[in-house]
């Protein structure tokens, strides 16, 4: 250690030792300060550049505005310290402790930060621009409007941490622990985001294009508004995400775990759906042009048992963008609050004899009429819903006559075999439950108020998701006011409309 080096540490330490505190503008360049304790001092705008404080205590020190470039800060401890708008480039603070410090506004380009200490640190604002970050630890820190470009925070945890409209273009996040954090607005455009684990982080808006997700977790995350364009996310878990509005033009989707996810009005231009395990996605609503998917999984646990195979781009566009199909049973009277009590008990009994039912209709209530519409995203499921919906009518009995007529049909109209059997087995499913359903029923229709909404006359639509029209049932007395109430007559859809309205039914093979 050279003279004048040993004269300034000597002065600093005796200062410090005799209660000063307050070092504002020292001028201590290249000195060795390494193991000193400076804590809770005040050091700012002090000049410190090339430095070496390594080892050394400035716990809760003030080194706002201090010039720290290219100091020896490794294994220091700078907690609870304030650093705001300090100059830390090309710093070596390896294994420094910043846990709590306040570094907003903050400069540490390329500054060295390998397993530093940076729990509840706020870095808002901050340049971090190329910064090494490996392996730091970041939770609950909050990097509000930082800028993170070219960083490496490969194998960083930061759960929890506040990433807000930070700016990580380039950056690499390599198998960094990141559930929780809120990203919502970043820019991440070409950042290395492989086998990260981003479960429950929030990426609304964020700007992800070109990014590299395979294998990234993001379970449960919040998606919606994000750009991933040109993005890859082969093999990616996006299960339980929110992926409205999100935009995935030209995206590599290849193998991704999307089960469960909302992706209503994202926009999947160009991209690459094969091996995609898809089971209760929502197959409407998305834009699906000029996709590559030669196969899907739909199997409820992505085990591959159940494989939709495409053997066209309009096929695949085609089951992507799957209409819903619908069950309209119009009752000719407008509802009381009698009646929608019971209706809600006794669709809630049947939804409990036939799953596909779980979701109550929605009901429109219109000056002289009813509507009552059931969706569902497989067609299967329309003949035995509305075998089962218009139990709690007078006009029950003849309508599911002509659902079974249909049905009874089936067999020998022009359709693939897997597909008849499909439709029967639906049917017979919803007929074995059909007396114990009716027996619950009665009790609840016998111990509700008197109404005349159930004998009233009814319409029984079906709409595939080819957006075919069957009529399977429609009271002579339907729309007319003043009916002779005469004995009803149904008639049977016969013929090519039946035939037409099978055919457009989206299957699942």
Not at 32 to 42: D, E
Not at 404 to 417: G, R, T
Request: aromatic share 6%; hydrophobic share 40%.
């Amino acid at each position: 250690m050279e003279a004048e080096e040993l004269l300034k540490r000597f002065e600093l330490v005796k200062r410090y030792t005799e209660g000063d505190r307050d070092f504002t503008g020292i001028n201590l360049n290249e000195a060795n300060l390494s193991r000193i304790n400076l804590s809770q001092s005040i050091l700012r705008r002090a000049s410190l550049f090339v430095t070496n404080i390594s080892g050394a205590n400035l716990s809760e020190t003030d080194l706002s505005e201090a010039n720290l470039n290219v100091a020896r800060l490794s294994s220091v401890n700078l907690s609870r310290a304030i650093l705001n708008g300090a100059s830390l480039n090309v710093a070596n603070l390896v294994k420094a402790d910043l846990s709590g410090a306040q570094l907003i506004g903050a400069s540490l380009i390329r500054g060295e930060l390998v397993r530093c200490e940076l729990s509840k640190t706020n870095f808002s604002g901050a340049n971090l621009t190329e910064a090494d970050l490996r392996e730091v630890k970041l939770t609950q820190a909050n990097l509000c409007g930082a800028n993170l470009s070219g960083a490496n925070l490969r194998g960083a945890s930061a759960s929890s941490a506040n990433f807000q409209q930070a700016n990580l273009h380039g950056a690499d996040l390599t198998k960094a622990e990141l559930n929780g954090v809120n990203l919502s607005n970043a820019d991440m455009r070409q950042a290395s985001l492989q086998q990260v684990n981003l479960s429950g982080a929030s990426l609304s808006g964020a700007n992800l294009k070109w990014a590299d997700l395979s294998g990234a977790n993001l379970n449960g995350a919040d998606l919606s508004d994000a750009k991933f364009s040109g993005a890859n996310l082969n093999g990616a878990d996006l299960r339980n995400t929110n992926l409205a509005n999100a935009s995935l033009v030209h995206a590599d989707l290849t193998e991704a775990n999307l089960i469960n996810t909302d992706w209503v009005g994202a926009d999947l231009t160009g991209a690459t759906l094969t091996g995609a395990k898809l089971y209760l996605v929502p197959r409407f609503g998305i834009v699906v042009d000029d996709i590559t998917c030669q196969w899907v999984d739909m199997s409820p646990a992505g085990d591959r048992t159940l494989i939709q195979q495409f053997n066209s781009p309009s096929e695949s566009k085609k089951f992507l963008n799957h209409t819903p199909g619908l069950v309209q049973i119009v009752v000719d009277a407008v509802l009381d609050y009698s009646a929608n009590s019971t209706l809600a008990t006794a669709y809630s009994e049947i939804a409990r004899h036939y799953g596909a039912m779980s979701c109550p209709p929605n009901i429109e209530v219109g000056y002289r009429q009813t509507t009552l519409t059931f969706r569902f995203d497989s067609d299967e499921h329309l003949l035995p819903a509305a075998f089962l919906a218009i139990i709690p009518f007078n006009d029950a009995l003849e309508t599911q006559k002509n659902i079974v007529a249909v049905s009874n049909n089936i067999e020998i109209k022009d359709l693939e075999k897997k597909r008849i059997v499909q439709l029967s087995k639906a049917l017979k499913a919803a007929m074995d439950n059909l007396n114990e359903v009716k027996k619950k029923l009665q009790i609840t229709l016998n111990a509700s108020q008197p109404t005349k909404f159930f004998q009233s006359p009814t319409q029984t639509i079906l709409i595939s998701s080819g957006q075919e029209s069957l009529i399977v049932q429609s009271h002579q007395n339907f729309g007319r006011r003043g009916g002779n109430n005469q004995e009803s007559k149904f008639s049977l859809p016969v013929g090519e409309k039946v035939v037409d309205f099978l055919a457009s039914f989206d299957y699942l093979d």
